[in-house]
Protein backbone atom coordinates (compact mmCIF):
# COMPACT_ATOMS: atom_id res chain seq x y z
CA UNK A 1 0.00 0.00 0.00
CA UNK A 2 0.37 3.68 -0.13
CA UNK A 3 3.39 5.23 2.20
CA UNK A 4 4.16 9.03 2.63
CA UNK A 5 6.80 10.43 4.76
CA UNK A 6 6.98 14.15 5.25
CA UNK A 7 9.73 16.16 6.63
CA UNK A 8 10.98 17.73 8.74
CA UNK A 9 8.27 17.19 11.88
CA UNK A 10 9.15 20.37 12.97
CA UNK A 11 10.19 24.28 11.57
CA UNK A 12 10.73 27.40 12.97
CA UNK A 13 11.08 29.99 10.65
CA UNK A 14 11.14 33.94 10.95
CA UNK A 15 7.83 36.15 10.40
CA UNK A 16 8.27 36.88 6.44
CA UNK A 17 10.47 34.09 5.73
CA UNK A 18 9.69 31.36 3.43
CA UNK A 19 9.09 27.50 4.76
CA UNK A 20 8.91 24.84 2.75
CA UNK A 21 7.74 21.14 3.80
CA UNK A 22 8.51 18.17 1.87
CA UNK A 23 7.04 14.54 1.18
CA UNK A 24 7.78 11.60 -0.69
CA UNK A 25 5.36 8.69 -1.42
CA UNK A 26 5.41 4.92 -2.69
CA UNK A 27 2.83 4.00 -4.76
CA UNK A 28 3.35 5.82 -8.48
CA UNK A 29 0.15 4.88 -9.53
CA UNK A 30 -1.16 8.13 -6.51
CA UNK A 31 -2.07 10.68 -8.65
CA UNK A 32 -3.56 12.82 -6.39
CA UNK A 33 -1.85 15.03 -3.23
CA UNK A 34 -3.58 17.27 -0.70
CA UNK A 35 -2.17 19.24 1.95
CA UNK A 36 -3.86 20.27 5.02
CA UNK A 37 -3.25 22.57 7.98
CA UNK A 38 -4.31 21.98 11.39
CA UNK A 39 -4.68 24.63 14.08
CA UNK A 40 -4.75 23.47 18.02
CA UNK A 41 -8.00 21.60 18.31
CA UNK A 42 -9.44 22.43 15.35
CA UNK A 43 -10.56 20.02 12.49
CA UNK A 44 -7.52 19.28 9.33
CA UNK A 45 -8.07 22.31 6.58
CA UNK A 46 -7.57 21.72 3.08
CA UNK A 47 -5.32 24.16 1.83
CA UNK A 48 -4.13 23.35 -1.49
CA UNK A 49 -4.32 20.14 -3.39
CA UNK A 50 -2.30 18.84 -7.00
CA UNK A 51 -3.31 16.65 -9.50
CA UNK A 52 -0.48 14.53 -11.36
CA UNK A 53 -1.01 16.67 -14.35
CA UNK A 54 0.65 19.66 -13.29
CA UNK A 55 4.19 20.08 -11.88
CA UNK A 56 2.93 23.20 -9.84
CA UNK A 57 0.00 25.17 -8.18
CA UNK A 58 0.09 28.43 -6.68
CA UNK A 59 -2.48 29.97 -4.13
CA UNK A 60 -1.74 33.68 -2.92
CA UNK A 61 1.11 32.63 -0.41
CA UNK A 62 1.27 29.01 -1.18
CA UNK A 63 2.51 27.07 -3.74
CA UNK A 64 3.15 22.93 -3.87
CA UNK A 65 5.41 21.24 -6.49
CA UNK A 66 5.30 17.68 -7.53
CA UNK A 67 7.80 15.65 -9.43
CA UNK A 68 6.46 11.91 -10.48
CA UNK A 69 9.52 11.06 -11.71
CA UNK A 70 10.96 10.90 -8.20
CA UNK A 71 7.89 10.76 -6.80
CA UNK A 72 8.62 14.06 -4.18
CA UNK A 73 5.71 16.81 -3.83
CA UNK A 74 6.18 20.25 -1.75
CA UNK A 75 4.90 22.77 0.08
CA UNK A 76 6.03 26.25 -0.23
CA UNK A 77 5.00 29.06 2.04
CA UNK A 78 6.07 32.20 1.64
CA UNK A 79 6.02 35.83 3.34
CA UNK A 80 4.95 33.70 6.52
CA UNK A 81 2.81 35.46 9.16
CA UNK A 82 1.99 34.35 12.74
CA UNK A 83 -1.58 32.54 11.57
CA UNK A 84 0.27 30.26 9.82
CA UNK A 85 1.61 28.57 12.62
CA UNK A 86 -0.08 25.53 12.97
CA UNK A 87 0.81 21.56 11.98
CA UNK A 88 0.78 20.32 8.07
CA UNK A 89 -0.08 17.61 6.45
CA UNK A 90 0.58 16.24 3.14
CA UNK A 91 -1.50 13.06 1.71
CA UNK A 92 -1.71 11.10 -1.42
CA UNK A 93 -4.38 9.20 -3.04
CA UNK A 94 -4.18 6.85 -5.94
CA UNK A 95 -7.49 8.55 -7.36
CA UNK A 96 -9.51 5.90 -5.18
CA UNK A 97 -10.64 7.73 -2.46
CA UNK A 98 -8.47 6.61 -0.29
CA UNK A 99 -6.14 9.04 1.23
CA UNK A 100 -2.58 8.12 3.67
CA UNK A 101 -1.34 10.84 5.22
CA UNK A 102 2.19 11.77 6.25
CA UNK A 103 3.22 12.28 9.32
CA UNK A 104 2.78 16.26 9.60
CA UNK A 105 5.27 19.28 10.13
CA UNK A 106 4.80 21.42 13.40
CA UNK A 107 5.37 24.94 11.13
CA UNK A 108 6.12 27.63 14.35
CA UNK A 109 6.51 31.32 12.82
CA UNK A 110 9.11 33.93 14.93
CA UNK A 111 7.78 37.12 15.57
CA UNK B 1 -17.26 22.03 -0.27
CA UNK B 2 -19.35 20.54 2.14
CA UNK B 3 -20.88 20.89 5.78
CA UNK B 4 -20.04 17.74 7.70
CA UNK B 5 -21.41 17.72 11.69
CA UNK B 6 -20.38 15.02 14.59
CA UNK B 7 -21.62 13.83 17.70
CA UNK B 8 -20.88 14.34 20.09
CA UNK B 9 -17.97 16.95 20.33
CA UNK B 10 -16.35 15.31 23.03
CA UNK B 11 -17.07 12.22 26.03
CA UNK B 12 -15.32 11.03 28.39
CA UNK B 13 -16.02 7.08 28.67
CA UNK B 14 -15.79 3.92 31.16
CA UNK B 15 -13.45 1.32 30.12
CA UNK B 16 -15.50 -1.68 28.65
CA UNK B 17 -18.79 0.57 27.35
CA UNK B 18 -19.05 1.32 23.53
CA UNK B 19 -19.80 5.00 22.29
CA UNK B 20 -21.66 5.47 18.88
CA UNK B 21 -20.38 8.60 17.06
CA UNK B 22 -22.61 10.22 14.83
CA UNK B 23 -21.72 11.97 11.29
CA UNK B 24 -24.42 13.98 9.15
CA UNK B 25 -23.44 16.18 5.99
CA UNK B 26 -25.59 18.95 4.49
CA UNK B 27 -25.21 17.06 0.97
CA UNK B 28 -25.44 13.48 -0.45
CA UNK B 29 -22.56 12.25 -0.89
CA UNK B 30 -20.58 9.18 -2.18
CA UNK B 31 -17.58 8.49 -0.19
CA UNK B 32 -17.39 9.25 3.55
CA UNK B 33 -14.77 8.08 5.72
CA UNK B 34 -13.81 7.67 9.25
CA UNK B 35 -9.94 8.20 10.82
CA UNK B 36 -8.81 8.41 13.82
CA UNK B 37 -6.18 11.06 14.81
CA UNK B 38 -4.11 9.82 18.20
CA UNK B 39 -2.52 12.70 20.50
CA UNK B 40 0.34 14.38 18.99
CA UNK B 41 -0.10 12.11 15.48
CA UNK B 42 -1.24 12.32 12.43
CA UNK B 43 -4.48 10.89 10.57
CA UNK B 44 -4.97 7.18 10.31
CA UNK B 45 -7.84 6.10 8.13
CA UNK B 46 -9.93 3.33 9.87
CA UNK B 47 -12.61 2.56 7.53
CA UNK B 48 -14.71 3.93 4.21
CA UNK B 49 -18.61 3.68 5.17
CA UNK B 50 -20.09 2.26 1.94
CA UNK B 51 -23.79 3.15 1.49
CA UNK B 52 -25.81 0.26 1.34
CA UNK B 53 -22.88 -2.36 2.18
CA UNK B 54 -20.64 -3.35 4.76
CA UNK B 55 -17.36 -0.98 5.71
CA UNK B 56 -14.13 -1.55 4.40
CA UNK B 57 -11.57 -1.58 7.01
CA UNK B 58 -8.04 -0.80 6.99
CA UNK B 59 -5.61 -2.79 8.13
CA UNK B 60 -5.35 -3.50 12.03
CA UNK B 61 -8.81 -2.42 12.33
CA UNK B 62 -12.02 -4.42 12.62
CA UNK B 63 -15.61 -4.36 12.20
CA UNK B 64 -16.26 -6.17 16.09
CA UNK B 65 -14.34 -3.31 17.54
CA UNK B 66 -15.47 -0.20 15.18
CA UNK B 67 -19.09 -1.57 13.88
CA UNK B 68 -20.22 1.38 11.28
CA UNK B 69 -22.90 2.52 9.61
CA UNK B 70 -24.12 3.92 6.78
CA UNK B 71 -27.89 4.18 6.11
CA UNK B 72 -27.82 7.02 3.32
CA UNK B 73 -25.98 9.08 1.70
CA UNK B 74 -25.69 12.06 4.49
CA UNK B 75 -25.38 10.17 7.29
CA UNK B 76 -22.91 7.28 9.04
CA UNK B 77 -21.89 6.67 12.68
CA UNK B 78 -18.70 4.92 13.76
CA UNK B 79 -19.19 2.49 17.36
CA UNK B 80 -16.39 2.38 19.16
CA UNK B 81 -16.95 -1.21 21.35
CA UNK B 82 -15.41 -2.11 24.33
CA UNK B 83 -13.27 0.79 24.98
CA UNK B 84 -10.03 0.84 26.56
CA UNK B 85 -7.88 4.16 27.93
CA UNK B 86 -6.05 3.16 24.19
CA UNK B 87 -9.22 4.13 22.03
CA UNK B 88 -8.90 7.54 23.62
CA UNK B 89 -8.54 9.97 20.64
CA UNK B 90 -10.38 12.04 18.20
CA UNK B 91 -12.13 10.74 16.16
CA UNK B 92 -12.98 12.03 12.52
CA UNK B 93 -15.15 11.47 9.68
CA UNK B 94 -14.55 13.09 6.16
CA UNK B 95 -16.24 13.01 2.89
CA UNK B 96 -15.18 13.20 -0.39
CA UNK B 97 -17.23 16.09 -2.45
CA UNK B 98 -16.96 18.52 -5.59
CA UNK B 99 -17.51 16.18 -8.74
CA UNK B 100 -15.11 15.12 -11.06
CA UNK B 101 -11.94 16.75 -9.63
CA UNK B 102 -13.37 15.97 -5.72
CA UNK B 103 -11.90 16.95 -2.98
CA UNK B 104 -11.72 15.83 0.80
CA UNK B 105 -13.61 17.90 3.73
CA UNK B 106 -13.35 16.93 7.67
CA UNK B 107 -15.88 17.17 10.48
CA UNK B 108 -14.99 18.86 13.96
CA UNK B 109 -14.14 15.93 15.37
CA UNK B 110 -15.20 13.91 18.30
CA UNK B 111 -12.43 13.90 21.14
CA UNK B 112 -12.92 10.91 23.09
CA UNK B 113 -11.33 9.75 26.66
CA UNK B 114 -11.65 6.18 28.05
CA UNK B 115 -10.98 5.81 31.94
Known amino acids: GENVEQHPSTLSVQEGDSAVIKCTYS??????FPWYKQELGKRPQLIID?????GEKKDQRIAVTLNKTAKHFSLHITETQPEDSAVYFC??????????FGSGTRLSIRP | SAVISQKPSRDICQRGTSLTIQCQVDSQVTMMFWYRQQPGQSLTLIAT?????????ESGFVIDKFPISRPNLTFSTLTVSNMSPEDSSIYLCSVEAGGAESEQYFGPGTRLTVT
Open chain 1, 27 to 32: DSASNY
Open chain 1, 91 to 100: AASNGASKII
Open chain 1, 50 to 54: IRSNV
Open chain 2, 49 to 57: ANQGSEATY
